[in-house]
């Protein structure tokens, strides 16, 4: 399998960190195509011009993170990361997605805040940091304690907060109590440092 990634990308870190709980990351070759400024290196790949995109061994072309997480989490049944139906399916899938929510709006105030002084928007951050804000006090009844093997859900909480913490440290963002706490001790799981982002 071949991985298009930028290695600062938090949906690329996600992909990355699943591959490793799944054991798969000697499977796969990692292929550096940043999208910025021209998406080039993606489009053959992906027409929306982001990454990750994943081309599996069969030629078969796969973007968005979710998607190429479940694509890898159905390849092995070691550390399933997706519960197969019921509740704890839904729950999973609806904590994965606020953490992308979360994800998105960080993203949205980075990239405003690459744009000219003149053109930036304090509505548009402002708006993102709100949804942040309200997002985080609600994730914080998703955590599931650190002795429970991870899943794709309590996965995508980490690499938020790994994101707010990369890009967005002077935001004030409400990473506290039983979040920090969660987080102080999540991020030094292995696949999570293994895959922590430099600029």
Sequence with gaps: MKLLVSTTSPYVRK????ALEKRLDTQI???PASPWPEPTAVIDTNPLGKVPAL???DGLKLYDSRV???YL???????PLIPASGALRWQCLRTQALADGILDAAVMIVLERRRP???QSSAVENRALAAIRRSLSAIKDDLKPITDPLDLGQI????ALGYLEFRLSDAALPVEGALSAWWLT??????LLATAPTL
């Design 15 to 18: 992909v990355r960190i699943v």
């Design 29 to 31: 070759t990692i292929v």
């Design 55 to 57: 081309v599996t061994d």
């Design 68 to 70: 190429i997480c479940e």
């Design 73 to 79: 989490d159905s390849l092995s049944p070691t550390n």
């Design 117 to 119: 002084n003149t053109q």
């Design 156 to 159: 995508s909480i980490a690499v």
């Design 186 to 191: 999540r991020k030094q799981h292995p696949s």
